[in-house]
């Protein structure tokens, strides 16, 4: 397997993690554990796009290998795009928390559109930059549905799937899903 073929996935989140190498089946997409890396890098970016070069930069320039990484999050209609680039950090607690807040930040609102956004950044020792993003519509839930997924899979009704990701099956969620939308997009760029 050639260089070209083989990616760093900058990030050391493992659900993430399992599924870009779902998606980009013929790559051999390594963990940061499994090259050494372990740095924390920062996201200051203003945009998912700038956060995902960010982090694949980073990743690439520590490395020395291709590194792809990505950025999205939710974003609510009615709360103006929030929680958006902060998704993970919403709340400040971890996944349950923000779902929470959510929840309590939209108690009574009749319009419940949502979708979440996905840029991946694969950056390359040479200096190439390839970028591409995904976006998939739905709703959020009043109340959690389903044990699959994470994040706020458990209260986003997806528009494609006409049920919660989290009620999904991995291959139905990666088909519909921004993440997938985004990645298959930029592989069609390579």
């Not at 009704?157 to 049920?163: R, T």
């Not at 099956?169 to 921004?178: F, I, L, M, T």
């Amino acid at each position: 397997m050639g260089m070209e073929k083989l990616i760093v996935a900058a990030t050391g989140n493992a659900h993430k993690l399992k599924e870009i190498r779902a998606v980009l089946g013929g790559w051999k997409i390594l963990s940061e554990a499994e090259v050494g890396f372990c740095g924390d890098v920062e996201e200051t970016g203003a945009t998912f796009a700038e956060n995902a070069l960010i982090k694949a930069q980073a990743v690439c320039r520590a490395t020395g290998l291709p590194a792809l990484a990505d950025d999205s999050g939710l974003c609510v209609e009615v709360l103006s795009g929030a929680p958006g680039v902060f998704s993970a950090r919403y709340s400040g607690g971890g996944s349950a928390e923000n779902r929470a807040l959510l929840l309590k930040n939209l108690k009574g609102e009749k319009n419940r559109n949502a979708y979440f956004a996905c840029a991946v950044a694969l950056v390359f020792p040479d200096g190439r930059i390839v970028t591409a993003e995904g976006k998939t519509h739905g709703e959020i839930l009043t109340h959690e549905q389903g044990e699959n997924g994470f994040g706020y899979d458990s209260l986003f009704f997806s528009s494609d799937l006409k049920k919660s990701f989290a009620e999904s099956s991995e291959e139905e969620k990666n088909a519909v899903s921004h993440r997938g939308r985004a990645l298959r997009a930029l592989e069609m760029k390579l």
